[in-house]
């Protein structure tokens, strides 16, 4: 199967930065679309933002500007850069990959980092 492990959380202070990596491992055929989600206590998860095999990325509107995805190809691994951080980014991070394995088409999800804004 596919194991996605993240890394790079913790606290950092309101206007700081923090990148988190993403790597996947097994028996993967290749990899679709690579993506970061976000959940907060009490809330759903949301999209933080994916990018494609081939580079195409998706944010949404309110994250735009801070945010930036990039992924390695050779390395299987995705790595969000998160800028000018805020207390209401503070959640668990959560990386997501869709990929090809021997099984077909599946998505599989990372264990989750937490990330901590706070003074």
């Known amino acids: 199967q596919v194991q996605l492990v993240e890394s790079g959380g913790g606290l950092v202070q309101p206007g700081g930065s923090l990148r988190l990596s993403c790597a996947a491992s097994g028996s993967i055929f290749n990899i679709n679309r690579m993506g970061w989600y976000r959940q907060a206590p009490g809330k759903q998860r949301e999209l933080v933002a994916t990018?494609?095999?081939?580079?195409?990325?998706n944010y949404p509107d309110s994250l735009k500007g801070r945010f930036t995805i990039s992924r390695d190809n050779a390395k299987n691994t995705v790595y969000l850069q998160m800028n000018s951080l805020k207390p209401e980014d503070t959640a668990v991070y959560y990386c997501n990959a869709n990929a090809n394995t021997i099984l077909g088409r599946a998505d599989y999800w990372g264990q989750g980092t937490q990330v901590t804004v706070s003074s």
């Open positions: 990018i494609s095999s081939g580079g195409s990325t």
